[in-house]
């Protein structure tokens, strides 16, 4: 059977950015609740660093000749994770050594959605093209 | 846990936490002159206490840090004395002592936890957003 996603190289990477994002997401919501907790540190990753990873990851799989079996899908999701934790530089204005950054955090919080936003609207972009080439082969 | 159940999960959770503080500085503030309570005593301003709180983890490993409050803490601060001996709870010289609660720091304490509030409606409504983007996924035509 013929496997026209999980061997599009641009949906699998809009996939792994998808997936990227929403675990930044689940940090970033972790931050901004915590954002009062005494002795809290700021967990975060880079975005660019991990994206990076997974890319090279997917140029190692994404062979024509495997394409098409069965198995092939397994890691699309399964991006592993980045443990990146750069130390956010302590906030000299408060004394509970939390170190939240309101404004950065909610920077991030809009950069993400729109990472993810972006991502999706390529993804349905290409599956459209995808549709439009069976569409056409069918005339 | 879904990643997206996930993160609604922690907004909430810093929701509550800072609906608690508001109403604990609603409390203080109504009983700002409270010179009877039921421990006796004029009423002590009360804090809630902030701690992260580990709601579980997502497929992908990630740790789901949600934020609690594990108690709410009486402060110890002096109270304010004012003199005003016609008071039925004035002491001996004539000083009563009104709860250590100061309005402005209640004020500024509101503000702040309504900051906080928003910070996490903001991250709900982010994904929100993303979900609706990811439904559109479906809509190939």
């Given amino acids: 059977m013929f496997d026209l996603v999980s061997g ?12 990227l ?22 967990q975060d990753f880079s975005f660019e660093k991990a994206f990076k990873q997974s890319m090279a990851e997917l140029d190692g799989q994404l062979s024509p000749t ?15 994770v980045p443990t990146t ?42 599956l459209r093209t995808v549709l439009g080439a069976i569409r056409d082969a069918g005339k | 846990m879904s990643t997206f159940d996930a993160i609604k999960d922690i907004a909430a959770s810093g929701m509550s936490a800072q609906r608690l503080r508001v109403q604990l500085a609603a409390s203080n503030i109504a009983n ?8 006796g005593g004029p009423y002590r301003r009360k804090e809630p206490i902030f701690q992260t709180l580990l709601l579980g983890e997502t497929q992908e490993g990630v740790p789901v840090t949600g934020v609690q409050v594990t108690g709410v803490q009486q402060s110890n601060d002096p109270f304010i004395p004012k003199y005003d ?16 609660v100061n309005p402005v ?28 983007s990811a439904q559109d996924l479906l809509r190939v035509q």
């Fill in chain 1, 8 to 19: 599009n190289s641009m949906i699998q990477m809009m996939d792994r950015s998808m997936t």
């Fill in chain 1, 21 to 42: 994002a929403t675990r930044r997401m689940t940090l970033i919501a972790a931050n901004l609740a915590n954002i009062d907790t005494p002795n809290y540190h700021t």
């Fill in chain 1, 66 to 80: 495997s394409s098409s079996l069965p198995s092939y899908f397994p890691s699309a999701s399964t991006a592993t």
């Fill in chain 1, 85 to 126: 934790n750069d130390d956010a530089p302590p906030a000299y204005e408060r004394n509970d050594l939390n170190d939240v950054n309101l404004d950065q955090q909610t920077e991030l919080l809009a950069k993400t959605q729109n990472i993810y936003q972006l991502s999706s609207e390529f993804a349905q972009n290409e």
């Fill in chain 2, 32 to 39: 700002a002159e409270t010179t009877r309570t039921a421990d």
């Fill in chain 2, 85 to 100: 001996p016609s008071h039925p709870d004035a002491d001996a010289n004539g000083v009563v002592n009104f709860p250590n």
């Fill in chain 2, 105 to 132: 720091d209640e004020m500024v304490n509101m503000t702040e936890a309504g900051r906080s509030f928003e910070a996490s409606v903001a991250v709900i409504r982010a994904v929100r957003t993303m979900e609706l």
